[in-house]
């Protein structure tokens, strides 16, 4: 079984960029996610990052992580309102939880609730195309000259997800085909059972491993990578965005308030550059693609 | 002088917390360019001594070792597997934990970068492995994309690419279907022939690889039990180890023939020679009939049953129309290639896969067992996996008598395949009977001939009790002792459907190694045994 989070090899810049130039360009949507509150550039980087991903025949293997977010998504909601008790304007109050006990449901505990949630997707998100588009060896080569042992661990532990995976769903298998009368397998005794294999597991990969030659410390030569088609582009396209996020947030363009009451800045300023980020990020994506169309006829 | 490739002295190994030697006084030198065969039952030490041989015992294993192992030179106390590695290649049993990497190339690039190679040394080392594998087509391909065949080989790859004179393999053909088994046998010999790689090869189907080996190595219980050319393994085997023995050196020795050939051609030659030619057809034994449908239904029904697997590259037909009926006690060998649709087959019929077309039946209900058997152990002691009468009652349907105490992984490998049948068979039948169809996918990885036997009885004994047996197989042997009908499929349809004398008699991948030496008149070598008696061939005027 092909985990979700896979790489394959694919058509496009970002399937055979190296991986920091990859990084360059995903970084300005991942500094969205992670530093900027305003719903509208969220959901402008969580559509440029889905689009990226698209465009790179990515789209199968991100939407699994996004159908799974977005359930995350709903439940940070949830717990925001139900968490948070301020706010001005009451949608619910005096509601009755057991355990909590009485909370007002704000629309601003929503608001802070649905921009949280917006962040997870949009990182979530710009993850997985990095997932699905940058082979993990060419990583780990990368790392492996400066960080040895950090390149063994990641090793070890990106050949073991898959094959837990595979464990996993053979042995849940094995679960449904049980007679009636045999035990029910039950979660906990096939996660136990399931970590137990794992281990062993392990234990065969890192054989491998020192097979390989990974205890011999000799330090391997630092790769040296021809230029890709496309990468200018990208690297281009990444550092107009890194621009254009900064400078929007340093000139306070990018804010939002959920308390006391919702704020948000929608100014020509904040929907420019909305709109920006799209153009600028996919461009380069957008003329490869339409040049492998032209070229398969 | 030339230095040995592998030298191992009185070695004595014992696992951490075992109580007794895993190897116990194993003497043994191998010669550069020798391809040697490492024989003996399951659990006889055959997988600890290669990975003595390669460093992992005890450096990575631990436990207590007394004697020598020499590789190349370097003794293996001093140096540990990863510096070994240019003097040893090492290839595991599980084809799954031998790959580290997301694609093929970059698999076998990695031991030539881990040690410091340069960009050129690296390009010409891989595309010559590629070549050398005929895996040159994989090398874009991502690891976790490949079949357990193709996966065998880049593993092969990985420990060849760093060019060193000794290969040690692990059963590397218990996958794979004869085909692909006959290949990387004779991959192997040219390995050996063309550039020198010495190899020792652990093999349970001893049948497969004698022919192109120089040399058997047999051990037993951690002792070494022959060691000599395969021209007299087949008499020494006879005498000490007779589940060692190929079925051609059986067919010869039920025959009364005083010989021990080693190859089918061998053999045809011995019998051109001393006992004439070949001898006239008999009729066929009794139990290779194939048997009358009977009145009371079938256990299995399909009719022109169309079955899809999801992939990346969206829904792709598996079984594409198959018509197949099974009745109860039907004992069917399913065969085929790999990919042909076997064990999708199975998996529709226990009710794991939904058919995308025709229609499939399984009136009584099917109960079917994985190809691993652990899979189904998720508590620690059998009664816990079997609570209550209906457990018991699962138990004796299999006729497994084991303390209710003990925990499922204690238990001998064939017992945790009769537990697990159990597990997935409990509360199906009525009053303690098997369930209406028992589906066994590839029961025998792994397990050496005493065990398939025992293996073939108690499916006999479950199909005298009326279940219909379907038993998805790669064992041309093992399907020619236990099955009443051999249906061998190929692109998702049965392609021929037949008795095992039909089926198995006449190929030349899916035969026998007596129906070859027999020109397809017998199958197993009790069968050709009545066929080359020489009082038959007297009887005969030869």
Known sequence: MRPVLAYAPRPGPLGVARPWIVAAYLAPLAIVAFTIANPLLLIAAGTTAAAAGALSAAGPSIARPLRWSASLAAMVVAVNAIASQRGATILLRGFELPVVGRIDVTLEALAEGAVLALRIIVALTVFAVWSACVDPDRVLRAIRPVAARSALTATLVSRLVPIAAADGTRMAEAGRLRGPAAAPVGRVALTRRLVAGSLDRSVDIAATLELRGYGLGIRSRRPRHRREPGEVGLLGAGATGLALVTSAAAAGSTGFDAYPRIAIDLGPATIGLALAIPVVMLAPLLAAWRRRRTAGG | MVEPALVIEALEYRYPGAVTNALDGIDLRLEPGELAVLAGRSGSGKSTLLRAACGLVPHFHGGEVA????????????????????????????????????????????PLELRGAGPVEIARAVEETALALAIEPLLGRTTDSLSGGELQRVALGAALVTGPPLLLLDEPTSQLDPVAGDELIALLRRLNEEWGVTVLLGEHRLERCLAAADRVVAIDRGRLLYDGPPEAFGRAALGAAPELATPVTRLF??????????????????????????????????????????????????????????????????????????????????????????????????????????????????????????????????????????????????????????????????????????????GRGAGGEPSGLVCLDEPTRGLDRARKDDLAGWIAELAGRGAGLLVATHDVEFAARFASRVVLLARGRAIADGSPLEVLGGGWYFATETARVTGGRAITPEQGAGLLAPDVLAREGR
């Open chain 2, 67 to 110: 004697g020598a192992v020499t590789v190349g030179g370097r003794s293996t106390r001093d140096a540990g597997p990863a510096e070994l590695a240019r003097s040893v290649g090492f290839v595991a049993q599980e084809p799954e934990t031998q790959v580290v990497s997301t694609t093929v190339r970059a698999e076998l690039e990695l």
């Open chain 2, 253 to 426: 020795q039920l025959a009364g023939i005083d010989a021990s050939p080693v190859t089918v051609k061998e053999a045809r030659a011995r019998l051109r020679a001393g006992a004439g030619p070949a001898p006239a057809p008999v009729p066929r034994p009794a139990e290779t009939q194939r048997p009358s449908r009977r009145a009371s239904g079938s256990a299995l029904s399909c009719r022109r049953l169309r079955v899809e697997l999801r992939g990346e590259a969206g829904p792709r037909a598996v079984l594409r129309g198959l018509d197949l009926d099974v009745d109860p006690g039907e004992r069917v060998a399913l065969m085929g290639p790999n990919g042909a649709g076997k064990t999708t087959l199975l998996r529709t019929a226990a009710g794991v896969l939904a058919a995308a077309g025709g229609s499939i039946a399984v009136p009584d209900g099917a109960a079917m067992l994985g190809q691993r058997p652990d899979d189904y152990f998720v508590r620690e002691r059998v009664d816990e996996e079997l609570p209550g009468s209906a457990g018991r009652a699962a138990l004796a349907a299999v006729g497994l008598d084991v303390p209710g105490s003990a925990d499922p992984r204690d238990l001998s490998g064939g017992e945790r395949q009769r537990l697990a049948l159990a597990i997935a068979m409990a």
